[in-house]
């Protein structure tokens, strides 16, 4: 297991690399980049608008920029080096986590994306423990009782949810409950209300709670489907196994047939999954759910860097997610050992 542990670690250091090299060559090639799009800012809006703190001194009017003043631009942003140069710096400071200022917000890396993770958090964390906490037992209600009107009612309802996307389903919320034609109910704007540090405890608590019913509800019931099916066609394959027939002849009471035998055995692909997806659930983002929603998290930050070719946002978050995502991989893999002694990776070793 230990040696296991160790070449799995080992080979995400390529694995981190090859990524990243990739993603730097493509940020490369990619039009528009941040000197070609300050210098059209510049040009194009020099007289009316402003220019960052760091270049201003070297606009000169709208009659463009000569070969000097471009070269300056280009070394302000260290365009000015070879591009494998810039890569290996770039990854040297990524070893100690220093992802540098972003182009376009002038704030550390590090401080912008903190800033954004309260939202992605709150929204990947609850949806985590309502996906969890209700697939599970509505998994095995259904496997109980497959075929019944319960089990085809329950399927359709969930199945009609997984086929409306999360930003439709939104708008339709917002409309209902957000008193867009019918009941103004529920907040559409952020995470908290504008009093909120005036508040007491509960509260704070209570009005948190309250601006997140929509958005969490959005985000959630798409995902709803998989698990619970997952989970119901698990049940189903070990109840019709032969031991549970043994137990359920050795006058064993259903619920002791359920939960002692056929559950430890039917949760195992399910539980493997839950290391990865409670990791990710910190981290990621919904574009769409966080603009409609007015929430400034990680979805609405991606896009945006993307967008505005921010390049140190883009390539040092992805740089963390990429690590995060290969350590969630690992944990899940090392969940089956824990939750199944049957497996092994000595042989692998």
């Known amino acids: 297991m230990f040696y296991y542990i160790l070449k799995r670690l080992a080979l995400m250091v ?144 969930i199945l009609v949810g997984y086929a409306i996307p999360g930003f439709v389903l939104a708008i339709v919320l917002i409309v209902l409950f957000g008193g867009g034609s019918f009941w103004s109910i529920f907040p559409l704007r952020g995470l908290v209300s504008d009093n909120w540090s005036d508040l007491t405890f509960g509260a704070k608590i209570l009005d948190y709670l309250w601006h997140m019913v929509l958005p969490i509800t959005a985000s959630a019931v798409g995902s709803l489907a998989v698990m619970t099916m997952l989970t119901k066609n698990s049940f189903l394959e070990e109840i019709r196994k032969q031991y549970v027939l043994t137990a359920r002849a050795k006058g064993l009471a259903e619920s002791q047939v359920l939960y002692k035998h056929v559950f430890r055995n039917a949760i195992i692909p399910i539980i493997t999954g839950f290391p990865g997806y409670f990791i990710a659930s910190f981290f990621t983002g919904s574009l769409l759910i966080e603009t409609i929603f007015s929430l400034d998290g990680m979805g609405l930050l991606a896009y945006q860097s993307v967008l505005n070719r921010d390049y140190p946002v883009v390539l040092g978050t992805l740089y963390f997610f990429t690590i995060i995502g290969l350590i969630s991989r690992l944990l899940s893999d090392l969940s089956y050992v824990f939750v199944d002694p049957r497996i092994s990776f000595e042989g692998l070793d």
């Open 14 to 157: 390529p694995t981190l690399f090859g990524v990243m090299l990739v993603t730097f060559i493509v940020t490369q090639f990619v039009p528009g980049g941040p000197v070609e799009q300050l210098v059209a800012q510049m040009e194009g809006h020099g007289r009316g608008g402003e220019v960052s703190s760091g270049v201003s001194s070297l606009y000169r009017g709208d009659s463009g920029l000569d070969s000097e003043r471009l070269a300056g631009l280009k070394a302000l942003y260290g365009f000015d080096r070879p591009p494998l140069e810039r890569f290996l710096t770039m990854m040297k400071n990524y070893l100690f986590f220093d992802f540098g200022s972003s182009y376009y917000y002038h704030r550390s890396v590090v401080e912008l994306v903190v800033s954004r993770m309260p939202v992605s958090m709150s929204l990947g964390l609850w949806s985590f423990v309502i996906v969890y906490g209700v697939c599970i037992p509505l998994g095995i209600a259904k496997a109980v009782r497959d075929g019944s009107r319960f089990d085809v009612l329950s399927s359709t309802a």
